[in-house]
């Protein structure tokens, strides 16, 4: 019901919710009164008279009430943001520094502290921040351990153990995913995206988040996406992973600068792999890549227009992230909303 | 119904029907009736008694009635099979001759003329010919056109209307597919694979098929699978289709007795970046590459386990293909079968 009222143009009534999700007008007034009183809904004034009849009151999600704290950790940066249950972006703090000196227990501790000061901001404006969702340039199992990320040095971290140190975060639900994941689905969600692209996030590393018919492909052990180690050149430069000639070491963000011809034929050609393999028919560049797509973009399409069996048939569409660099953390952030919207029952519990 | 017969262990009775489908005994029985009247299933002898109370009858799928033509054209060879309602290839005819030179007429003249003689000898041996379906190694349209089959040098070609003009076919229902799309499906249903593979075909051209969850992932347009044009050398050889270093170039039937080691560091090459995408666990080696696989192998596995970023945590599978050469046109007229299967009432009123 709640999405009912989150996808409605206009403010909807109690009936109007009755109408579209098929339930008695008796059991959605009982359904509002409790959202209602949860603080996830408001009841607004009568909207001014448009046509025949007495106007109904209309429904609104709220933009007090519970909110999502999205949180990333990257390479260069650390990041918090609070999302409302309206996608209303109510605090947004980045802050640069190269967390690979760092180490896992130091740079976690730094996203804390950022992270607490984004929550206690969110909580003085009158929201309640339901959980957060933490972004990360690595492979994450299941479980939300942080099995490796290359770029950062890390082995098997328990990052919500790490983040709960931070006394504002006790107790707080946590969730961890791959940062071109969460920007996969943040373009998805938010932006609203095509239903079918290939999201790729430059940064020092580079990965992918793979959207097929609106659902974000994972892979049999939530493992896809790993284009930063596509091999573009066989014999090419020694990559951290042991491998030569990735991806990441021509196209990774360090690189765009001083090499950006070659950066923009390596993502062609590993892009036109792609293409030839799924037939994705639009490709986003985030991360790094946005604010240089113009720059990158000849070099690309001169390489897919080459390489693509089906180029001269049917173009791919090539686009830079509609989000920018903040695409993996309000994915995050919108990923903690969207569960709230999609059991209103049991966030209704926890906060009663 | 049929799927509950066709997947029982044993020969289920009418009462075990209605308890697998939740229809009622009396709907039961009458569906059962109509299919033995139209010849989809017969009722054996009750079983020798197991346990207590009176045994019933069991139905079976029949091994007459209704069976699904599977043709293939490949650039050197034409084949065609004919598979009865039980999963049994009932004729099979493989003719291999060098199709580039024939043009597509005559390539499908010839291919009509074999399809007729499996065909005929089918339906002497009590089967009807329910449909067709026929294997090409190209770009196919979602109306069976063959819009590109770049190794035979076919462009547009309207292949059912190519083979109703053979005349003991005309009227059939004929659908196209991609060659590496049917020996995928082949492979998943008649060998009965993992829920998640790519299959990869070698032949003259190299295609392959994705199989995500227990279902082949087409694309957007239809057009997935073209890992022949991936590229594994950037500066590489030519290849047919304007681009340098295809996978193809290196790894093509063709090439495999000549250059057996560049070969299989191409194939390994081309499939890391598919794991490295998909995080697909399993990779299935058809077609031509079958009979090689056992030469192939250690070659393709050092790739991997040097190229894919997960090849610590989990290696991937590499097998043989275990329908051999015969999985496209396997596939192919398991889909005729699995048509009838999935709507026996419209098979029932075209042959009523």
């Keep these: 019901m709640l999405h009912t009222v989150a996808n409605s143009a206009n403010r909807p009534s109690r009936a109007a919710i009755a109408a579209a999700t098929g ?38 999600l709220t933009s007090a009430g519970p909110a999502g704290l999205g949180l990333e950790i990257n390479v260069d940066y650390l990041a918090a943001c609070v999302v409302d249950l309206t996608g209303e972006v109510r605090q947004r703090i980045v802050e640069h520094a190269d967390q690979r000196p760092a180490g896992a227990a130091a740079s976690l501790a730094a996203l804390g502290r950022l992270a607490a000061r984004a929550r206690l901001a969110a909580e003085a ?22 099995r490796v990320a290359p ?45 079918t692209f290939l999201y790729v996030s430059g940064e020092i590393g580079i990965g992918a988040g793979l959207i097929l018919d609106g659902d974000l492909y994972r892979g049999v052990r939530g493992w896809s996406g790993e284009i930063g180690h596509v091999t573009v050149f066989p014999d ?68 897919l227009s080459r390489r693509v069996l089906t180029a001269g048939l049917a173009p791919v569409t090539l686009r830079a992230a509609t989000l920018g660099t903040d695409a993996a953390m309000r994915g995050a952030a919108d990923s903690v ?16």
Tied chains: 1, 2.
């Design 337 to 352: 909303i969207r569960a709230v919207r999609d059991d209103p029952a049991a966030w209704l519990r926890r906060a009663g």
């Design 23 to 60: 339930l008695t007008r008796a059991t959605v007034s009982a359904l509002v009164d409790d959202l209602i009183a949860g603080g996830l809904i408001t009841e607004h004034d009568p909207a001014p008279r448009t046509g025949a009849g007495r106007p109904a009151a209309g429904l609104a």
């Design 125 to 146: 404006d009158g929201l309640t921040v339901a959980g957060a969702a933490l972004a990360v340039p690595g492979l994450v199992t299941e479980g939300g351990l942080v």
């Design 236 to 303: 090419g430069r020694p990559c951290r992973c042991g491998a030569n000639g990735c991806l990441e070491q021509y196209a990774g963000q360090e690189l765009l600068t001083t090499d950006e011809p070659l950066a923009a034929q390596a993502l062609g050609i590993a892009l036109a792999a792609v293409v030839n393999l799924l037939d994705v028919p639009v490709i986003v560049l985030g991360g790094a890549y946005a604010p240089y797509f113009t720059r990158l973009r000849d070099g690309i399409e001169a390489e």
């Design 151 to 195: 770029n950062l040095g890390w082995q098997d971290v328990d990052a919500p153990a790490e983040l709960h140190h931070t006394p504002e975060l006790a107790g707080l639900p946590i969730t961890v995913d791959n940062e071109a994941n969460l920007a996969a689905l943040g373009e998805l969600r938010v932006a609203g995206g095509d239903p």
